[in-house]
T-cell receptor, first 113, second 114 residues
Framework: SQTIHQWPATLVQPVGSPLSLECTVEGTSNPNLYWYRQAAGRGLQLLFYSVGIGQISSEVPQNLSASRPQDRQFILSSKKLLLSDSGFYLC????????????FGDGTRLSIL | AQSVTQPDIHITVSEGASLELRCNYSYGATPYLFWYVQSPGQGLQLLLKYFSGDTLVQGIKGFEAEFKRSQSSFNLRKPSVHWSDAAEYFCAVGGSGGYQKVTFGTGTKLQVIP
């Protein structure tokens, strides 16, 4: 069966520091991968999605970036964090064919001080 | 552009009572519709999905949803709520024909009182 792992679960970082959140999927090949940010009362905001290695689409301009160095690995990064980057970050995957349901990791709670 | 509206931000029901969470969508063609549940501090879990066919869809944990094209709605229902159903529920819409973005509603937080 397929599983998705996201880490760390919780992260506290100072303003201006770098960021790297990692997500890996097991049990499937060539998945679509997604990064979302969730803010209270605002639902899920799609940040990036990827349909293949090295293929990244950005939905919202910001100081975050994403990379997909391997088929089942998706990384969310920042060179310098802002206070506004605080939030709950969710990684998700779906099968490559059609518009199938997305399956989510357990999320990372990021607090910027 | 596609959109999802969940008009109820917060709902409180008594344990054992029936539940209906509302979802209205906007999409130009036949939509793919989903309901997810999120417990505090956790990711989202898929409850059910509608792609085509029977407009009454059964999901996990005793939930069902009905697709009504004429009303652009996809309401989630459960006949008898359990305390463990307390969580936040998200409706989502996507399109067919290759990859298209899935849009999520802002969620409805369900509180269950004994």
């Amino acid at each position: 069966s397929q599983t998705i792992h996201q880490w760390p679960a919780t992260l506290v970082q100072p303003v201006g520091s770098p960021l790297s959140l990692e997500c890996t999927v097991e049990g499937t090949s060539n998945p679509n991968l997604y990064w979302y940010r969730q803010a209270a009362g605002r639902g899920l905001q799609l940040l990036f999605y990827s349909v293949g290695i090295g293929q990244i689409s950005s939905e919202v301009p910001q100081n975050l970036s994403a990379s997909r160095p391997q088929d089942r690995q998706f990384i969310l990064s920042s060179k310098k964090l802002l206070l506004s980057d605080s939030g709950f970050y969710l990684c998700a995957w779906s099968v490559e064919v059609g518009n199938q349901p997305q399956h989510f990791g357990d999320g990372t709670r990021l607090s910027i001080l | 552009a596609q959109s999802v509206t969940q008009p109820d931000i917060h709902i409180t029901v008594s344990e054992g009572a029936s539940l209906e969470l509302r979802c209205n969508y906007s999409y130009g063609a036949t939509p793919y519709l989903f309901w997810y549940v999120q417990s505090p501090g956790q990711g989202l879990q898929l409850l059910l999905k509608y792609f085509s066919g029977d407009t009454l869809v059964q999901g996990i944990k005793g939930f069902e949803a009905e697709f009504k094209r004429s009303q652009s709605s996809f309401n989630l229902r459960k006949p008898s709520v359990h305390w463990s159903d307390a969580a936040e529920y998200f409706c989502a819409v996507g399109g067919s024909g290759g990859y298209q973005k899935v849009t999520f509603g802002t969620g409805t937080k369900l509180q269950v009182i004994p």
